[in-house]
């Protein structure tokens, strides 16, 4: 059974070190902005006494942007949760709107969000190009061979 808990302090470490190994550090660009995820609000999920999923996001204007999801294990049924705490959060808030950003090459990505309700709403073509000016750890390579080039915004709306 799958528990999701806010993320603590004595969570911040391990989130820092899962955010090097997934991410290639814990800094993250959004649309240009650079955001440290290991210093923002989330929630971790639990599986017995190990951690298996973590999601941080930001909150600001009345919207929620979802900075990072990851979920140690696929299809077990960890990122659901996660991502339904950051809504209930966005929606107890009075954010009108979730959004994230992801990348061209993370299908897996579109498929799941999609799934759940959100659309896409935006493409920006090249974006990583920028985005690489402010992380150069971001690869030109992604997921699956595919070139890494852009940014799709999807979003949900709450209310």
Same mark, same amino acid.
């Given at each position: 059974?799958?528990?999701?808990?806010?993320?603590?302090?004595?969570?911040?470490?391990?989130?820092?070190?899962?955010?090097?190994?997934?991410?290639?550090?814990?800094?993250?660009?959004?649309?240009?902005?650079?955001?440290?995820?290991?210093?923002?609000?989330?929630?971790?999920?639990?599986?017995?006494?190990?951690?298996?999923? =973590?999601?941080? +996001?930001?909150?600001?204007?009345?919207?929620?942007?979802? !900075?990072?999801? /990851? $979920? #140690? %294990?696929?299809? @077990?049924?960890?990122?659901?949760?996660?991502?339904?705490?950051?809504?209930?959060?966005?929606?107890?808030?009075?954010?009108?709107?979730?959004?994230?950003?992801?990348?061209?090459?993370?299908?897996?990505? =579109?498929?799941? +969000?999609?799934?759940?309700?959100?659309?896409?709403?935006? !493409?920006?073509? /090249? $974006? #990583? %190009?920028?985005? @690489?000016?402010?992380?150069?750890?971001?690869?030109?390579?992604?997921?699956?061979?595919?070139?890494?080039?852009?940014?799709?915004?999807?979003?949900?709306?709450?209310?």
């Amino acid at each position: 059974m799958i528990r999701i808990v806010t993320l603590t302090d004595t969570d911040r470490q391990w989130a820092c070190q899962l955010l090097r190994k997934r991410w290639a550090g814990p800094e993250i660009v959004t649309r240009g902005v650079l955001h440290d995820a290991s210093r923002l609000p989330g929630f971790v999920a639990w599986q017995g006494t190990e951690r298996v999923g =973590l999601v941080t +996001y930001r909150i600001a204007a009345g919207e929620c942007e979802l !900075v990072t999801l /990851d $979920a #140690l %294990v696929q299809w @077990r049924g960890i990122g659901t949760p996660l991502l339904a705490a950051v809504e209930k959060v966005a929606r107890t808030v009075g954010c009108h709107r979730i959004w994230l950003i992801t990348t061209n090459d993370n299908v897996d990505a =579109l498929r799941f +969000y999609q799934r759940r309700g959100y659309r896409l709403v935006a !493409v920006y073509p /090249d $974006a #990583l %190009v920028e985005s @690489r000016k402010l992380k150069s750890k971001i690869p030109e390579i992604g997921l699956y061979g595919i070139p890494l080039r852009d940014e799709i915004e999807l979003e949900k709306r709450l209310g």
